[in-house]
């Protein structure tokens, strides 16, 4: 099974859901936390960066990150970066698939999945994956999609 960590941010559902380790970093920027707590931060995010080879992996901002079922010190580091979150008020969410859609990238630890729910994500989203389907499919795709989306009007 593939995890996922989210959260919605401080005591609210009302923001869209924010990955784990961008919620951490935001929070970590902000320098709003004690000193003790802003170090245990710091350090959970270094250990992190030290022990968990993630660098393999190429970002890519339209992707959700998906752990694999055996990245297993990624996911304890991961829930021990989550209860810290927690105890700062973050409301934090484990979602778990058998399935991804389509992968763009991976390593040992992580699975970089196309963000395709675009129904909800109208606009640039849609714009993105024009875009891509131009850059990756040299543009015949993308011929089709205008094709059929002038039909429809």
């Not at 923001?15 to 970590?28: D, K, N, V």
């Not at 030290?50 to 752990?67: G, I, M, Q, R, S």
Request: charged share 20%; aromatic share 12%.
């Amino acid at each position: 099974m593939f995890i996922r960590f989210t959260t919605h941010g401080r005591h609210s559902k009302a923001t869209p859901p924010t990955g784990l380790f961008a919620a951490a970093y935001h929070l970590w920027g902000e320098r709003t936390l004690p000193a003790e707590q802003q170090a245990e931060l710091a350090e959970l995010l270094l250990t992190y960066q030290n022990t968990v080879n993630t660098l393999d992996l190429e970002f890519h901002p339209e992707a959700l990150y998906w752990y694999k079922p055996d990245a297993f010190e990624a996911l304890a580091q991961t829930q021990a970066l989550a209860d810290f979150l927690g105890r700062q008020g973050f409301l934090v969410h484990v979602e778990k698939q058998t399935h991804l859609g389509f992968i763009i990238d991976q390593d040992e630890v992580q699975i970089a999945v196309a963000d395709c729910n675009w129904k909800e994500r109208l606009g640039y989203k849609i714009a993105w994956a024009q875009n891509w389907i131009a850059c990756r499919m040299g543009g015949a795709l993308l011929r089709i999609l205008n094709k059929h989306d002038a039909q429809d009007e």
